[in-house]
């Protein structure tokens, strides 16, 4: 299985570990990301998971639709990365799916679970991050991760999708969807501007244009064609990709 750590467990001195989260997580050393306070929206309180929930769309024929096209149905075993409020594990789980939820944000959990609990299913959820995620079962035939790689800086997403790759069974699949920027970077500020200019809602319709400001200042969206290297040094051959919007895109991966 490949290991996304980069020193062995257990060093002394400036290496100590800190305690995992759950046990579902693996310790990491004191330089590792701090994961577990991520940048741009706030998301510290109940009525702020709510308002994400409502200001993302959720959907859950887009959902289906989705697992339709990675093939998801009774048996598979799906993991999804920063499963923010739930919406695709509860309807992987509604098909029959072994379905396990990750996200680092309690709150987002247990609006998860109560999603879980209206819709009559059980789904496993787990309080862990890109990087120190453990699986607990065993290898993913899917994992999936949507609107969260980009809380990474280049470095650290590298190491989340080699620990991607570790939890997934050969040949098994990884879709990822995010703000992913396929412009030219010497055309960066007229994309940039232009998204902004036109994705942002007023307050209390949506993510509005100061949270679209924020997420390029604070966070770390990069180039597709930095992604690109990313996947397949991981492990992965790239099998579909798409630049949906000069700002969005997808990949769908298989694990080598």
Same mark, same amino acid.
């Given at each position: 299985?490949?290991?996304?750590?980069?020193?062995?467990?257990?060093?002394?001195?400036?290496?100590?570990?800190?305690?995992?989260?759950?046990?579902?997580?693996?310790?990491?050393?004191?330089?590792?990301?701090?994961?577990?306070?991520?940048?741009?929206? @706030?998301?510290?309180? !109940?009525?702020?998971?709510?308002?994400?929930?409502?200001?993302?769309?959720?959907?859950?024929?887009?959902?289906?639709? &989705?697992?339709?096209?990675?093939?998801?149905?009774?048996?598979?075993?799906?993991? @999804? &990365?920063?499963?923010?409020?739930?919406?695709?594990?509860?309807?992987?789980?509604?098909?029959?799916?072994?379905?396990?939820?990750?996200?680092?944000?309690?709150?987002?959990?247990?609006?998860?679970?109560? =999603?879980?609990?209206?819709?009559?299913?059980?789904?496993?959820? #787990?309080?862990?991050?890109?990087?120190?995620?453990?699986? !607990?079962?065993? !290898?993913? @035939?899917?994992?999936?991760?949507?609107?969260?790689? #980009?809380?990474?800086?280049? %470095?650290?997403?590298?190491?989340?999708?080699?620990?991607?790759?570790?939890?997934?069974? !050969?040949?098994?699949?990884?879709? &990822?969807?995010?703000?992913?920027?396929?412009?030219?970077?010497?055309?960066?500020?007229?994309?940039?501007?232009?998204?902004?200019?036109?994705?942002? =809602?007023?307050?209390?319709?949506?993510?509005? =244009?100061?949270?679209?400001?924020?997420?390029?200042?604070?966070? %770390?969206?990069?180039?597709?064609?930095?992604?690109?290297?990313?996947?397949?040094?991981?492990?992965?051959?790239?099998?579909?990709?798409?630049?949906?919007?000069?700002?969005?895109?997808?990949? &769908?991966?298989?694990?080598?």
């Amino acid at each position: 299985m490949l290991r996304m750590l980069l020193l062995p467990l257990g060093l002394p001195g400036p290496y100590k570990q800190v305690m995992p989260r759950s046990d579902t997580t693996r310790p990491g050393p004191a330089w590792f990301f701090r994961e577990y306070e991520p940048a741009g929206v @706030d998301l510290g309180s !109940p009525a702020a998971v709510a308002a994400y929930d409502r200001n993302q769309g959720t959907d859950s024929d887009a959902d289906d639709a &989705l697992l339709d096209r990675l093939g998801v149905v009774t048996g598979i075993r799906l993991v @999804d &990365l920063a499963c923010g409020t739930g919406s695709l594990v509860v309807q992987a789980a509604r098909r029959g799916a072994e379905a396990h939820g990750v996200d680092v944000s309690q709150e987002m959990l247990a609006f998860a679970r109560a =999603r879980a609990e209206r819709a009559g299913v059980g789904a496993h959820w #787990h309080q862990a991050g890109f990087l120190d995620y453990a699986h !607990p079962a065993g !290898p993913a @035939d899917v994992v999936t991760t949507r609107s969260a790689l #980009h809380q990474l800086p280049d %470095f650290w997403k590298q190491q989340a999708l080699l620990n991607v790759a570790g939890m997934l069974r !050969p040949g098994g699949t990884f879709y &990822l969807w995010d703000v992913i920027f396929s412009f030219e970077p010497a055309d960066a500020a007229e994309h940039l501007q232009r998204w902004i200019d036109t994705a942002g =809602r007023p307050d209390g319709r949506g993510f509005t =244009r100061a949270d679209f400001e924020a997420h390029v200042r604070e966070e %770390f969206s990069t180039y597709a064609w930095i992604l690109e290297g990313m996947l397949e040094r991981a492990g992965f051959d790239i099998v579909s990709d798409a630049s949906l919007t000069p700002t969005h895109g997808e990949f &769908l991966c298989r694990r080598r």
